[in-house]
């Protein structure tokens, strides 16, 4: 067995990493912006970059099946196993769950999702300006636990790398 990812899994990961910060950074922007056409197009490139990553982590999701990525390093204890599959689950959770809490909220709050302003992304449901509002909250609180799992992640790789001094970030490079 391997012990790095595969080209694909790379890439991905990778991809996916820059377009995850990306939309954070850019959701934490736009959202103090005082309503204007700039705030309107970069809500649109949000939501296109939002679907896109969507439909990203499926595919992501699929090669990760049909493609076992390397076991963990064998000096990791049986809690370090369970903290980084504990959290890898929680990575595709949110990964999941954000993009759909997006895609709800806008569908309750009546604006439609049109993916670079060429394909329209059909309502999830009808127009509730309450619902729309609760949903702002939901999708706000996952990606603020996305922050705080990504940091998870990125530190126990440096960790890894720096202090256990083992292949840990060097499998994924």
Request: charged residues 15%; aromatic residues 10%.
């Amino acid at each position: 067995m391997s012990t790095t990812y595969t080209p694909v899994a790379k890439v991905l990961h990778w991809l996916m990493a820059v377009m995850i910060i990306g939309l954070l950074v850019l959701g934490v922007y736009m959202h103090e912006l005082p309503l204007s056409p700039e705030k309107l197009q970069l809500y649109s490139w949000h939501k296109w970059a939002g679907v896109t990553v969507f439909l990203l982590v499926w595919l992501r999701l699929a090669w990760r099946l049909t493609h076992r990525p390397p076991a963990l390093p064998e000096s990791m204890s049986p809690l370090m196993r369970l903290a980084a599959h504990a959290g890898h689950a929680a990575l595709y959770a949110l990964m999941v769950v954000i993009p759909l809490s997006g895609w709800l909220m806008s569908s309750a709050k009546g604006v439609q999702t049109v993916w670079f302003g060429v394909l329209p992304i059909p309502d999830l449901l009808v127009r509730d300006k309450a619902l729309g509002n609760l949903l702002v909250q939901v999708h706000e609180a996952l990606n603020w636990l996305l922050m705080l799992t990504l940091t998870g992640h990125v530190g126990a790789a440096l960790w890894h790398h720096f202090v256990l001094k083992d292949d840990t970030l060097r499998r994924m490079r």
